[in-house]
Nanobody
Framework: QAQLVQSGGGLAQAGGSLRLSCTASGFTLNFYAMGWFRQVPGKERELVAC????????YYADSVKGRFTISRDTGKNTVYLQMNTLKPDDTAIYYCATDPQVFRASGHTCLGLTPLGAWGQGTQVTVSS
């Protein structure tokens, strides 16, 4: 059974940094496009960043470009989201996923094997001003 387990996140001050981790079990993460989404209550879920299978390409939302970096450690079967220069607007629940939504939301940039439809449990990120 494909599962994604998230860790990291928490509270940071504006201008600070946090790193989110997403570890896969039941499948080899490197063959799938992986995405990080975020959601604020009352707003639509937003694709923040994604990475194609085998790390050929990445996508970033304009709101995080230059501040966030998505990466993958194949040995640990883990994908990361490094978040620097955080802003209060980055406050949200963050989810990692391998899901068809990654491909669609990235404008068909992040491609891999047929997505498994797996989502992490969500991690709260709160940035104070």
């Amino acid at each position: 059974q494909a599962q994604l387990v998230q860790s990291g996140g928490g509270l940071a001050q504006a201008g600070g940094s946090l790193r989110l981790s997403c570890t896969a079990s039941g499948f080899t993460l490197n063959f799938y496009a992986m995405g990080w989404f975020r959601q604020v209550p009352g707003k639509e879920r937003e694709l923040v960043a994604c990475i194609t299978a085998h790390d050929d390409d990445t996508y970033y939302a304009d709101s995080v470009k230059g501040r966030f970096t998505i990466s993958r450690d194949t040995g640990k079967n883990t994908v990361y989201l490094q978040m620097n220069t955080l802003k209060p607007d980055d406050t949200a629940i963050y989810y990692c996923a391998t899901d068809p939504q990654v491909f669609r939301a990235s404008g068909h940039t992040c491609l891999g094997l047929t997505p498994l439809g797996a989502w992490g449990q969500g991690t709260q990120v709160t940035v104070s001003s």
